[in-house]
């Protein structure tokens, strides 16, 4: 039998590892602006064609490189970084691992001039494919002029699957904002299709801050300063009344470094419970100086993860740093040093960093039944009165009995064939659908669920999911039909989106227009909302416009046959999110009774757009046995 195992080429090896390195045009501007500042630039400028797939063009004033160097620095495993292993743990540089530039020449074609500070002859380089095809002696300017053309021009595969320009350019700016951060000290430039983005000067992180967010996000920081023996702390926290629906700032650095990290999120998030309401989140930058032989950065090669030695020191820290911020300002309680506001540190290895809100958190006394939105805003609306509290007070034994209203209602629409999914799901041995319906009592619990009784076991609705299904049907078909009508703001709201949210907006307008949306773009990001479609009525639109443009970044599909489609999934997913119910909101029996009705008149009532599940059916012989235990 003939040996099958061989070592593969470096060419397919180094195509393998750009999978994990190089994931889109963004992956490359990051790695090469991280390169340029490891090699101690002042000055970067970043030219982009056809948002990173033609050419990523960047241009550094840094140390440059030798012609050996040049031609070694695209081999795999190749760094001026790291020596030996125990480097790892005394790192101040972004990279490490020697495989950016071996894995960005095994996806494109570049074009690479670089010269050392002091001579007069550099040197240019030419790969395709991980194949150098040319060495030549060149004059260039001082540092390292890295032209990376074609991406993913021999993986056919990846090429297709990356996103329409829009967003891929969203993406681009969304990591030069992260980059520009991070090195406030660096003159930093961003070009696309000959157009200038962004022109950034060497300035304080505050006002880094404001030239790429906004001078109203500027003025509303908090400073934050502590130092320990175990790390420092500092950089900016939003003012309460600043915390967004949707795309909150939320920025860590680690010794110069943007990471990712859910636990301390938490912890921030804890000192502003007592201030906002579980549906907005603040803004922070915040930054942690701390040795690196007490961090980890190898766990991924983005090196976005970092693992911490003294985890919960740091959890407690940053707990009392952005406490006494939010005190100093007289915002929150200042910090009281004892037992019982102490924070509490969940044991590690557990994985229970992360509590649960309270179900009736964030409860709006906004009434969307009486809206009429499950028509799209047509004249029809809803007999009930809106005042919930005083209504559920009075009438309660009706909610523990069989309601004949939900058999009426029943009656107006088709129930689906007993052998379909939802037949199944309810597992109704031996009945019909419409007398299971007839046997339901409708309980509401919580805040959050609809609770019924069917003669197998118990059937738990989630209200918000079910009226977001609900919505989420009539809008598409309402979009497919031509849109919704116009309603006219009186006094226009005003909406100041970061530069990756604009470049998307730009792109999809006219949907968005198509809506009844009416939008006037102003300077710097800034756009005021005239009107608002009909289903929006009471509302200024703008968390709407928000999670649509988020949606369309995060969830368009690529190729071109898909953006019509797909564009309109979001767009609708997006208004039924605005105006489905919320949690904690109380609805009397009748408005229970008409969003069951409703709901399960869909051909598909089991779960949401977006894949959550809405119904679920507990069999009495579980509860039995789960009471027996």
Same mark, same amino acid.
């Given at each position: 039998?003939?040996?099958?195992?061989?070592?593969?080429?470096?060419?397919?090896?180094?195509?393998?590892?750009?999978?994990?390195?190089?994931?889109?045009?963004?992956?490359?501007?990051?790695?090469?602006?991280?390169?340029?500042?490891?090699?101690?630039?002042?000055?970067?400028?970043?030219?982009?064609?056809?948002?990173? $797939?033609?050419?990523?063009?960047?241009?550094?004033?840094?140390?440059?490189?030798?012609?050996?160097?040049? =031609?070694?620095?695209?081999?795999?495993?190749?760094?001026?970084?790291?020596?030996?292993?125990?480097?790892? @743990?005394?790192?101040?540089?972004?990279?490490?691992?020697?495989?950016?530039? #071996?894995?960005?020449?095994?996806?494109?074609?570049?074009?690479?001039?670089?010269?050392?500070? +002091?001579?007069?002859?550099?040197?240019?380089?030419?790969?395709?494919?991980?194949?150098? %095809? !040319?060495?030549?002696?060149?004059?260039?300017?001082?540092?390292?002029?890295?032209?990376?053309?074609?991406? @993913? @021009?021999?993986?056919?595969?990846?090429?297709?699957?990356?996103?329409?320009?829009?967003?891929?350019? !969203?993406?681009?700016?969304?990591?030069?904002?992260?980059?520009?951060?991070?090195?406030?000290?660096?003159?930093?430039?961003?070009?696309?299709?000959?157009?200038?983005?962004?022109?950034?000067?060497?300035?304080?992180?505050?006002?880094?801050?404001?030239?790429?967010?906004?001078?109203?996000?500027?003025?509303?920081?908090?400073? /934050?300063?502590?130092?320990?023996?175990?790390?420092?702390?500092?950089? @900016?926290?939003?003012?309460?009344?600043?915390?967004?629906?949707?795309?909150?700032?939320?920025?860590?650095?680690?010794?110069?470094?943007?990471?990712?990290?859910? &636990?301390?999120?938490?912890?921030?998030?804890?000192?502003?419970?007592?201030?906002?309401?579980?549906?907005?989140?603040?803004? *922070?930058?915040?930054?942690?100086?701390?040795?690196?032989?007490?961090?980890?950065?190898?766990?991924?090669?983005?090196?976005?993860?970092?693992?911490?030695?003294?985890?919960?020191?740091?959890?407690?820290?940053?707990?009392?740093? /952005?406490?006494?911020?939010?005190? $100093?300002?007289?915002?929150?309680?200042?910090? %009281?040093?004892?037992?019982?506001?102490?924070?509490?540190?969940?044991?590690?290895?557990?994985?229970?960093?992360?509590?649960?809100?309270?179900?009736?958190?964030? #409860?709006?006394? *906004?009434?969307?039944?009486?809206?009429?939105?499950?028509?799209?805003?047509?004249?029809?609306?809803?007999?009930?009165?809106?005042?919930?509290?005083?209504?559920?007070?009075?009438?309660?034994?009706?909610?523990?009995?069989?309601?004949?209203?939900?058999?009426?209602?029943?009656?107006?629409?088709?129930?689906?064939? #007993?052998?379909?999914?939802?037949?199944?799901?309810?597992?109704?041995?031996?009945?019909?659908?419409?007398?299971?319906?007839?046997?339901?009592?409708?309980?509401?619990?919580?805040?959050?669920?609809?609770?019924?009784?069917?003669? %197998?076991?118990?059937?738990?609705?989630?209200?918000?999911?079910?009226?977001?299904?609900?919505? &989420?049907?009539? &809008?598409?078909?309402?979009?497919?039909?031509?849109?919704?009508?116009?309603?006219?703001?009186?006094?226009?709201?005003?909406?100041?989106?970061?530069?990756?949210?604009?470049?998307?907006?730009?792109?999809?307008?006219?949907?968005?227009?198509?809506?009844?949306?009416?939008?006037?773009?102003?300077?710097?990001?800034?756009?005021?909302?005239?009107?608002?479609?009909?289903?929006?009525? +009471?509302?200024?639109?703008?968390?709407?416009?928000?999670?649509?443009?988020?949606?369309?970044?995060?969830?368009?599909?690529?190729?071109?046959?898909?953006?019509?489609?797909?564009?309109?999934?979001?767009?609708?997913?997006?208004?039924? =999110?605005?105006?489905?119910?919320?949690?904690?909101?109380?609805?009397?029996?009748?408005?229970?009774?008409?969003?069951?009705?409703?709901?399960?008149?869909?051909?598909?009532?089991? *779960?949401?757009?977006? +894949?959550?599940?809405?119904?679920?059916?507990?069999?009495?012989?579980?509860?039995?046995?789960?009471?027996?235990?």
């Amino acid at each position: 039998m003939s040996d099958i195992i061989r070592l593969l080429p470096d060419s397919v090896a180094n195509q393998i590892a750009a999978g994990e390195v190089i994931q889109r045009p963004a992956s490359v501007v990051k790695e090469l602006v991280e390169n340029a500042v490891d090699a101690g630039a002042t000055t970067v400028d970043i030219v982009l064609k056809d948002a990173g $797939r033609t050419l990523i063009q960047v241009i550094d004033n840094g140390t440059g490189m030798s012609a050996t160097d040049a =031609r070694l620095a695209f081999e795999r495993h190749s760094t001026s970084k790291i020596k030996e292993a125990a480097d790892l @743990f005394a790192l101040r540089t972004m990279g490490f691992r020697g495989e950016a530039l #071996a894995s960005i020449a095994a996806v494109a074609q570049l074009d690479v001039r670089t010269m050392l500070h +002091g001579e007069s002859l550099g040197s240019r380089l030419a790969i395709s494919g991980s194949q150098v %095809e !040319s060495q030549t002696s060149e004059v260039c300017a001082p540092g390292t002029n890295m032209m990376v053309k074609n991406l @993913f @021009f021999n993986v056919p595969a990846r090429r297709k699957f990356l996103k329409k320009d829009s967003v891929e350019l !969203s993406n681009i700016v969304h990591e030069f904002e992260r980059l520009a951060l991070v090195n406030p000290d660096i003159e930093l430039s961003l070009t696309h299709n000959d157009k200038l983005l962004h022109r950034l000067g060497k300035v304080p992180l505050k006002q880094r801050i404001g030239d790429l967010f906004g001078r109203q996000v500027e003025n509303q920081l908090i400073p /934050v300063e502590t130092t320990t023996s175990i790390v420092k702390i500092s950089g @900016f926290i939003g003012h309460p009344s600043n915390a967004r629906k949707r795309n909150a700032l939320q920025y860590f650095f680690v010794n110069g470094r943007n990471m990712r990290h859910p &636990y301390f999120h938490k912890a921030v998030m804890t000192c502003y419970e007592p201030l906002i309401t579980s549906e907005v989140q603040p803004n *922070y930058f915040l930054s942690f100086e701390i040795d690196p032989s007490a961090i980890d950065v190898n766990i991924h090669p983005t090196k976005n993860e970092i693992k911490f030695e003294n985890e919960q020191q740091i959890w407690q820290i940053l707990i009392a740093a /952005v406490k006494e911020a939010l005190g $100093r300002f007289n915002i929150g309680p200042a910090l %009281e040093f004892n037992l019982a506001d102490s924070p509490e540190i969940p044991a590690m290895g557990t994985g229970k960093h992360i509590s649960v809100p309270s179900a009736g958190a964030g #409860a709006s006394s *906004y009434n969307p039944f009486s809206e009429s939105l499950l028509t799209g805003g047509g004249s029809g609306s809803f007999p009930w009165s809106r005042d919930n509290s005083a209504r559920a007070a009075k009438g309660w034994e009706t909610l523990y009995a069989p309601s004949d209203s939900l058999v009426d209602s029943a009656a107006d629409f088709d129930i689906p064939a #007993a052998d379909d999914t939802f037949s199944s799901q309810l597992q109704l041995d031996g009945m019909t659908e419409k007398s299971a319906m007839a046997s339901m009592a409708n309980l509401q619990a919580g805040g959050k669920y609809i609770i019924s009784y069917t003669r %197998e076991g118990l059937t738990i609705v989630d209200q918000h999911r079910a009226h977001l299904k609900v919505l &989420y049907e009539e &809008y598409i078909s309402q979009i497919h039909d031509g849109g919704f009508p116009t309603q006219a703001l009186m006094f226009p709201a005003s909406v100041q989106l970061d530069a990756s949210h604009s470049i998307m907006l730009d792109s999809i307008i006219d949907s968005i227009e198509a809506l009844g949306f009416r939008l006037k773009s102003c300077s710097d990001g800034c756009w005021d909302i005239e009107g608002v479609p009909s289903v929006l009525k +009471g509302t200024d639109g703008s968390e709407a416009l928000l999670d649509m443009i988020q949606q369309v970044i995060d969830g368009t599909t690529a190729g071109d046959d898909a953006d019509v489609e797909g564009l309109t999934h979001i767009l609708a997913l997006s208004l039924a =999110r605005c105006a489905a119910i919320r949690y904690g909101q109380i609805l009397s029996v009748e408005e229970t009774e008409h969003l069951l009705a409703s709901l399960f008149a869909l051909y598909d009532p089991l *779960y949401t757009p977006d +894949g959550k599940k809405i119904i679920l059916t507990i069999q009495y012989d579980e509860i039995e046995k789960r009471l027996t235990l």
